[in-house]
T-cell receptor, first 113, second 114 residues
Framework: EAGVAQSPRYKIIEKRQSVAFWCNPISGHATLYWYQQILGQGPKLLIQFQNNGVVDDSQLPKDRFSAERLKGVDSTLKIQPAKLEDSAVYLC???????????FGPGTRLTVT | AQSVTQLDSQVPVFEEAPVELRCNYSSSVSVYLFWYVQYPNQGLQLLLKYLSGSTLVESINGFEAEFNKSQTSFHLRKPSVHISDTAEYFCAVSRAGTASKLTFGTGTRLQVTL
């Protein structure tokens, strides 16, 4: 069974530029999560989707971050414009509908200079 | 809201020695508890979880954790560690029965040496 796929694995941009990350969850997983992991901290949820609907985006900085999951499968997370404090690893996870077990992708490491 | 405290940021240990990684949580509602492991440049992997039933849960590679409701703890233990256990370990909680987000601790770096 293929795991959660994410791309790119690494990205370096300058502040005020925009960036997008892509995630393809495990086939059949209805729930998709985006987490932000800042160096030295645990992952923090940014947004949770159930199929193509948003369940929780309370910690998403909506002035600069956006995410979509148009067809209920893969998802894109965008930052526009990026700030230095956005440097982090962005993790995507997925789970079966109603399941508490989340499966994580390898993450995208973003460096903002 | 839930919160998780991992008291030790780093734990150095010699190979074949026992280890305990501490985790305490705070929540006003029932929670599920998880330990995830993160190897360098890899994503998080579920190590073990407590949802209900027996308070002692075990993983396939020799780790175990015990849910202690009165002390609000879920410490991770292994009686004899191996070099390959070197990794970052994260304790996490979620609200029971809601398939909701995980709230993570800050992680403990386990460094196993010869």
């Amino acid at each position: 069974e293929a795991g959660v796929a994410q791309s790119p694995r690494y990205k370096i941009i300058e502040k005020r530029q925009s960036v997008a990350f892509w995630c393809n969850p495990i086939s059949g997983h209805a729930t998709l999560y985006w987490y932000q992991q800042i160096l030295g901290q645990g992952p923090k949820l940014l947004i949770q989707f159930q199929n193509n609907g948003v369940v929780d985006d309370s910690q998403l900085p909506k002035d600069r971050f956006s995410a979509e999951r148009l067809k209920g499968v893969d998802s894109t997370l965008k930052i526009q414009p990026a700030k230095l404090e956005d440097s982090a690893v962005y993790l995507c996870a997925s789970s079966l509908f109603g399941s508490d077990e989340q499966y994580f992708g390898p993450g995208t490491r973003l460096t903002v200079t | 809201a839930q919160s998780v405290t991992q008291l030790d940021s780093q734990v150095p240990v010699f190979e074949e020695a026992p280890v305990e990684l501490r985790c305490n949580y705070s929540s006003s509602v029932s929670v599920y508890l998880f330990w995830y492991v993160q190897y360098p440049n890899q994503g998080l992997q579920l190590l073990l979880k407590y949802l209900s039933g027996s308070t002692l849960v075990e993983s396939i590679n020799g780790f175990e954790a015990e849910f202690n409701k009165s002390q609000t703890s879920f410490h991770l233990r292994k009686p004899s560690v191996h070099i390959s256990d070197t990794a970052e370990y994260f304790c996490a909680v979620s609200r029971a029965g809601t398939a909701s987000k995980l709230t993570f601790g800050t992680g403990t770096r386990l460094q196993v040496t010869l």
